[in-house]
């Protein structure tokens, strides 16, 4: 579920430096991964155009990463399970058992419990 040549929307994601989900997006933006901001109370995070909701992004979005609280995750996958993705990589503490149940009975390809950051970094070789 890690490859350059694929887009990354960051549920989550903020201009907080402090906060673990400005160090997810900037970690992977940084690493040369394409990754779209999605937060509705954000412009802009580093350079690129935040988006309010998934659903203004208007192209493919290959894995969703989420940063969010559980009850978020749930609220997104559970409605929007067959918007323009596949794939979802729930970052600890973002995950939560309905959601996993969902992905398992919809076909959904997932990742929990494993943080993207250490993932792309052992995927390198770093």
Same mark, same amino acid.
């Given at each position: 579920m890690i490859d350059k040549n694929f887009t990354y929307a960051v549920v989550g994601a903020s201009n907080d430096q402090n906060k673990y989900w400005y160090k997810v997006f900037e970690n992977l933006l940084s690493a040369g991964y394409k990754v779209i901001p999605i937060n509705?109370? $954000? $412009? #802009? =995070?580093? *350079? #690129?155009k935040c988006y309010k909701k998934l659903q203004n992004y208007k192209k493919w979005i290959d894995v969703i990463i989420f940063v969010t609280q559980p009850d978020v995750t749930e609220n997104i996958v559970l409605n929007l399970w067959n918007y323009k993705? !596949? !794939? =979802? *990589?729930?970052q600890p503490w973002s995950e939560s058992k309905k959601v996993i149940l969902f992905c398992e009975q919809k076909n959904i390809d997932f990742v929990t419990n494993s943080c993207i950051m250490i993932q792309s970094k052992n995927k390198a070789g770093i």
């Open positions: 509705p109370s $954000e $412009e #802009k =995070i580093l *350079w #690129k993705f !596949k !794939k =979802i *990589w729930m």
